[in-house]
């Protein structure tokens, strides 16, 4: 039986989600269909435009993704702390973006003064501040809009996902990064390229030729960490930054795609030169320690400590995932 969402999703332990959706049966309903030979790669583009503009919408920071033929991949950063300093006002708008035939909508059409609520309308406001920083509505929300596209588009009915999205808790920093990598790489480990600057559909060539062309990344995506950042800025948005610097982040994914097992179907050359000097950015150090994941975690993926903490906090004998993270996290003495 799946593990209800309330027992996977806590923002008191971590802030940080991986999620996955497939397509119903599997099917390359995103890719290239060979039997009508038909692509249908501009569906990817749908699922990107859409989370990118969720994430303006919902208080949630997208840290990695990538979109393939029949699935995709989500990192996130849920952002609780924004949603709790928003106004009233700013409650209301951003819900009624989401459901224009909404109760939201309606106030904001009658001019409703929205600081002198009455105690039930208040707590309406409550419950859609809550739901704009739940993964579930978010998810819903992508899911949603890419089946009702898709099914207008092949003239059908019927479900376009396969079921409810899987999500995955990631409880410290280096689950982070190791989770964001493997999503960045996907679609070198599908042989699809050999590069993450040539990666289509992910969010590391979307931050690459924003990098190259020296423009700022879509306001979806979350920051990286900046040594220019000052101290001030670091405190105050100090968990909604990815624990490293952009350019070390680019040398993990590269040394990592590097490092995957002979005999996989997708690796990046030996031959090709590193990413830095393919990207002409240059390094003074890289002191990170590589992580590679291979296996999956289920519902949680941290460092031991951290896995071990989280079966304090919700009170379970045991959970899955521990043997695998004492493998690939604990350091080698």
Known sequence: ?????????????????????????????????????????????????????????FSIKICAYAVMSNHYHIVFFVDKDEAIEWSHQEVINRWAKLFPMSKAKTWLELGLNLEELTADQVLYV????????????????????????????????????????????????????ACMAYVDLNPIRAGLCSAPEDSKFTSIQARIRAYQAGEDIPIALCQFESIQSSEAECKKRDRAFIPCSFLDYLELVDTTGRLIQQGKRGTIPSSLSPILNRLHIKS?????????????????????????????????????????????????V
């Open 284 to 332: 003074e150090s890289w002191v990170d320690t590589v992580i590679c994941l291979a296996q999956s975690f289920a519902t949680f993926m941290g460092r031991p400590e951290s896995i071990e903490s989280c079966m304090v906090e919700l009170d379970r004998p045991g959970m899955r995932g521990l043997k695998q993270s004492r493998r690939v996290f604990t350091a080698v």
């Open 1 to 57: 039986m799946p593990t209800a969402r309330k027992h996977q999703v806590n923002l008191e332990i971590t802030r940080y989600y991986h999620c996955i959706s497939r397509c119903v049966r599997r099917a390359f309903l995103c890719g290239y269909d060979k039997q009508i030979t038909k692509n249908f790669d501009h569906r990817k583009r749908w699922l990107i435009d859409q989370m990118y503009s969720l994430a303006e919408i």
């Open 126 to 177: 409550e419950q859609l501040r809550v739901q704009l920083y739940d993964i579930s509505w978010f998810m819903r929300k992508i899911n949603e809009y890419i089946a009702r596209q898709a099914n207008q588009e092949d003239e059908c009915t019927g479900r376009f996902w396969e079921g409810r999205f899987k999500s995955q808790a990631l409880l410290d920093e280096s689950a982070v990064l």
